[in-house]
T-cell receptor, first 114, second 113 residues
């Protein structure tokens, strides 16, 4: 079991460029999440998908779009990257939404926008 | 909005000392609280999850306590080792948040030999 995998591990973009961050899980989980981590601020939820076919905004959704491609995969797209989106992005999954469900995290994607 | 705070942001201790890491939260309607470890450039590893109905949870040298009434959780690491050097994050799940995690900013720990 690979758990939660993310690609790429590192990326450098110029302002205005677009890119898609990929996430996949092999635990047959229903719910998936995208977070960003900035220095001194902890992790903040960008978007989540409670189940295949649904997506919802988290705390900081502006400038991002997501796609729940199937049960395994949840992608995060930056349409026009800005320096403020320089961050480390983490994907996570859980069996389902709800207080009892532990989230499992991927290794992260380190994104720099110049 | 629930807030989770970790103070101090950084901590350095000599090897062998016990580590005490603090986490505070503003909403007493907490369902559970989770402690994570993050190594530089890596993802998050779950250490302990403590339910609001519990007061303590233990795993090896790690012990976590949760006090809803005071809005505090503490992670104790006994007899620290250089391998314990990492950033430790706490995250709370609050009632009516559908299980979404609210993270603290973390405490960066250095254990010196």
């Amino acid at each position: 079991n690979a758990g939660v995998t993310q690609t790429p591990k590192f990326q450098v973009l110029k302002t205005g460029q677009s890119m898609t961050l990929q996430c996949a899980q092999d635990m047959n989980h229903n719910s998936m999440y995208w977070y960003r981590q900035d220095p001194g601020m902890g992790l903040r939820l960008i978007y989540y998908s409670a189940s295949e076919g649904t997506t919802d905004k988290g705390e900081v959704p502006n400038g991002y779009n997501v796609s729940r491609l199937n049960k395994r995969e949840f992608s995060l797209r930056l349409e026009s990257a800005a320096p403020s989106q320089t961050s480390v992005y983490f994907c996570a999954s859980s069996e389902r939404m709800g207080e009892d469900n532990e989230q499992f995290f991927g290794p992260g994607t380190r994104l720099t926008v110049l | 909005k629930q807030e989770v705070t970790q103070i101090p942001a950084a901590l350095s201790v000599p090897e062998g000392e016990n580590l005490v890491l603090n986490c505070s939260f503003t909403d007493s309607a907490i369902y559970n609280l989770q402690w994570f470890r993050q190594d530089p450039g890596k993802g998050l590893t779950s250490l302990l999850l403590i339910q609001s109905s519990q007061r303590e949870q233990t795993s090896g040298r790690l012990n976590a306590s949760l006090d809803k009434s005071s809005g505090r959780s503490t992670l104790y690491i006994a007899a620290s080792q250089p391998g314990d050097s990492a950033t430790y994050l706490c995250a709370g799940r609050f009632l009516d948040s559908w299980g979404k995690l609210q993270f603290g900013a973390g405490t960066q720990v250095v254990v010196t030999p």
